[in-house]
């Protein structure tokens, strides 16, 4: 039976963390209502008869009974979660009242608070939640907050919340008979065809070909049943054809982040290094390993029964960095749409088929691990730029044909053709007056590029339609667009609550209905949780012992280390010589000693177990863990990132003078940059430059440590620092590897995935122009003026020489479309430290012609044209384009044969109208480190 809880609020500890113990999940049938709950000992199952659904106190089945005491007062919700996080079930009309949903919290055993919130709309829709704590981040506001009534009955006079802030009740006068006793594992697995009454349909015959158990499956389904399954986040049960709950959406960047359990009896989710960190390594195989490693842990979470995160992943973002100011270029990988592209791919492939060094078992595997989810289709740069003027959901992305193909859209098309990738999300912005997730030319890109997958919008686009864009006039008129343009999951409320209507209204039809069915529900087949799960030891085998394991925690640390990029080392002032004496460091900044500082937005929240709370240690501590005994290391804050006070300067410019050598690390943080927030500029903020200029002026030796997301111009630093190492936001263990990097432990090898502009870029271009060739250009490809540092530049300890071989290749060289070039060089370590280094491939164009011949159109990339024509020679080339590279290590002395393979569709180039084309002429191939040798091989004659 359910315990008494008193209405007092005094007596709750506002310390307490939120525990989610369990999730029910609230399901209308033909046959009544039913509630399915897990409350931490198994699973149960309530029935009741339609006709008392708005009481569930007394009727034909025996059920513990609770009441909603006096409201505990109106909370908002944060960005840290709800004031109580275990949904129960979203439902409408009178049904939605404090008394229904203490009672649905007590038959689920979540009981102590009950809270209701409402969205405001015409349909009234309303949520319940449940909690045995409240989360300790949200506070109390006035009451008037609380304003929308509860409907029906004597509860109309009740608060029952608003958008973004919840009415909470306490769960009192619980009592009844025990719960009944459970009916199997954890339904948060999503283990569909485990009943005897569904296990003859077709759809659970695992030797019906894969389509066709789908399509079975979807015509059992009702329109009623639809709009629900289509929504993102927890897709409900459908009990009558044994169709577990569902979770659409796992924020997995570089880790599994945002839900409420992080840690399970101890154990945490890893935490990687920032996208942007991680690109920088340019580590194909590491990016498939990492992406392995969150997959394995999504299913190892899911075996557990942990019911806040699912299967499909919204990651890897793989937008392009047009300009240093947006908000989330941290989350994304480069300005180069190859290297976007290639990490998408490699990503993907780990995240649904796992990797030899992370799943070797898993291997040829018939089911996908997870699935990936490509964000954010496409041309999105912007949160909410000058004040709000523009923000995601209003922006018009005007975007040339050129520019679309040429940049906004090949990432996404390597990431699907060589990755595999299942699942596409829309961006929030229009292109070129239509929303994306509505918009026809996407969608006959992702056709020609023979996407199989399923495809969500974002943050509510549908409804975004009708509000922000204006696209269109009604919420029916929108979900017909969107679902004629195959947006399939709805991340908002708009399919849930209004696809009824719009079928009724005949904006929408069954066959648009089913077709996102089919595409949604065939990833929850090819996840095998319609098959027998003896098949399947491998994926059913990964449990506690898979989560943060060995390998992943190696993983972390290679990552974290091989993504430090060495900007400047004047005078060799690194590595750090701790052997004299009197060796004294001062770490000083305000991300000098906060490991949490160091990773970034979509980071676990709880990274460290309770009984090690402080795992990671953060820059100054590490660096005093490394150090030679002989060797002491101090830090000061010096400031905050955007404040300071004139103490902090002082005790600064104190431990400056104090120290032999100065670590001064600066940068940004989620305070200046991130989701739904743009750089106001691309400097280091003013009270950091203040706090740079008295720290130089004491004279001491000084290394720079950068800790962001996008581009710093830092111009006068350049010049005055002799040792710059940036490390973007390098992850939990980034404080570990940056300790070792600067005492010569660890070697750095990372490498620039975007130019760093000098501080006049910012008032020289237009943040919300989405052209990359107007004005002085953007990205390496079109920038016409000299940058503080290019794309692809990175230092190292030690020195590299890089050689043709045997010989050079001949000057003139004839390609036709069925030829292959295999240039090969020779990477050399000529210094006195093994290290990493990366070789990049290069096309240079350098005399073209028109195209005459259909065949030298490359189809799948010029989907938009139809019919044969000739195509003009681009009036805007690159200055080069990235065509592959490879990242290897040369022991000292050593060195190490690189290929690459080069073919006819290589050369492909990007028309004014958008044709993508190979175009008869001379090319040149160019091969580099990124600085340094420049191998060039000469008068390629590329023909048709």
Known sequence: ACRVFPARFA????????????????????????????????????????????????????????????????????????????????????????????????????????????????????????????????????????????????????????????????????????????????????????????????????????????????????????????????????????????????????????????????????????????????????????????????????????????????????????????????ETVSEDPTHCGIYGAQWSLGLQNGSKTVTPALADSPWLLSVSTLKHVTAYDLEDYDNHTWTRQTFDAHISPFDLADTYLPGFEIAITKGNAQGIMYSCNAINGVPSDANAKLDTYLHAWNFTGYRSTDGGQVAQMVSDHHYRPTIDQAIQVALEAESDIDDGSSYQTHLLRALTNGNATVALVRRALFNTLRMRFRLGLFDDPKLQPTLLGYGLSDINDDVSKKLNLLASRAGLVLLKNDGEVLPLNTSEATHKIAVIGPNGNSSRALQGSYGANTYCPKSNPNCFPGIAEALAGAVSPNSSVMYSQGSDVTTGTANQLQDAVAAATAASHVVLVLGLSQSVEREQHDRINITLPKVQLQLADAVLAVGKPTVLVLVHGGALAIDSLKQRVPAILDAHYPGVVGGQAIAETLLGKSNPSGKLPYTVYPASYQE?????????????????????????????????????????????????????????????????????????????????????????????????????????????????????????????????????????????????????????????????????????????????????
């Open 764 to 944: 020289r271009s237009n943040f919300t122009d989405m052209s990359l060739v107007t004005g002085d250009g953007r990205t390496y490809r079109y920038y016409q003026l000299e940058p503080l540092w290019p794309a692809f530049f990175g230092l190292s300890y030690t020195t590299f020489s890089l050689a043709w071989a045997p010989t050079p290749p001949p000057p003139k060289v004839v390609v036709g479309p069925q030829d292959v070039l295999r240039p090969l060089v020779v990477l050399t370590n000529i210094g006195a430290m093994d290290g990493d280094e990366v070789v990049f491939l290069f096309v240079v164009p350098v005399v073209l012609a028109p195209v005459n011949q259909q065949h030298s159109v490359i189809a799948h990339r010029s989907a938009h044209l139809r019919g044969a024509h000739v195509v003009a020679v681009p009036s805007h080339l690159p200055r080069k384009k990235l065509l592959d590279y490879h990242r290897a290590n040369v022991p000292t002395g050593g060195e190490v044969s690189v290929s690459f393979t080069v073919g006819w569709a290589d050369f492909a180039l990007t028309s004014d109208d958008g044709t993508v084309a190979v175009f008869p002429g001379t090319y040149n191939l160019l091969i580099n480190r990124g600085h340094g040798d420049q191998l060039l091989w000469k008068g390629i004659e590329v023909t048709t």
């Open 11 to 330: 007596m709750v500890p506002s310390v307490l963390l939120l525990v989610a113990v369990a999730v029910a999940v609230l399901a209308r049938t033909s046959a009544g209502l039913q509630l399915h709950a897990h409350n931490g000992r198994g699973w149960f199952e309530m029935k009741r008869s339609t006709n008392a659904v708005g009481n569930l106190h007394g009727g034909d089945v025996d059920v513990p009974r609770c009441a909603a005491g006096g409201t505990l007062g109106c909370f908002q919700d944060t960005a840290k979660g709800r004031v109580v996080d275990t949904e129960v079930a979203t439902i409408q009309g009178p049904f939605a009242s404090p008394s229904f949903c203490a009672a649905a919290c007590g038959i689920a055993g979540l009981g102590k608070y009950a809270g209701v919130t409402g969205d405001g709309s015409a349909m009234d829709t309303r949520t319940c939640y449940c909690g045995v704590a409240l989360n300790p981040h949200v506070q109390r506001v006035d009451d008037a907050k609380c304003s929308l009534p509860c409907p029906g009955g004597s509860n109309s006079s009740r608060p029952c919340g608003g958008q973004g802030y919840m009415s909470l009740y306490a769960v009192t006068d619980c009592q009844g008979p025990p719960l009944p006793s459970p009916l199997g594992p954890p339904l948060a697995v999503g283990r569909a065809c485990s009943q005897p009454e569904v296990k003859p349909f077709p759809f659970c015959n695992g030797s019906l070909p894969l389509d066709d158990r789908v399509t079975d499956l979807v015509n059992r389904l009702s329109m009623t049943e639809a709009g629900a399954l289509l929504t993102a986040r927890e897709s409900p049960r459908v009990a009558r054809l044994g169709l577990p709950p569902f979770y659409w959406g796992t924020n997995a960047i570089h880790g599994i982040a945002r839900v409420a359990q992080e840690c399970v009896q101890d154990t945490c989710v890893s935490s990687f290094p920032q996208t942007i960190a991680l690109s920088a390594t340019f580590n194909k195989t590491l990016f498939r390993d990492v992406g392995a490693v969150i997959g394995k842990e999504l299913r190892a979470r899911a075996n557990l029964g942990v019911s806040d995160d699912g299967l499909v992943s919204w990651a890897p973002t793989i937008n392009i960095i047009k300009d240093p100011r947006w908000g989330r270029n941290q």
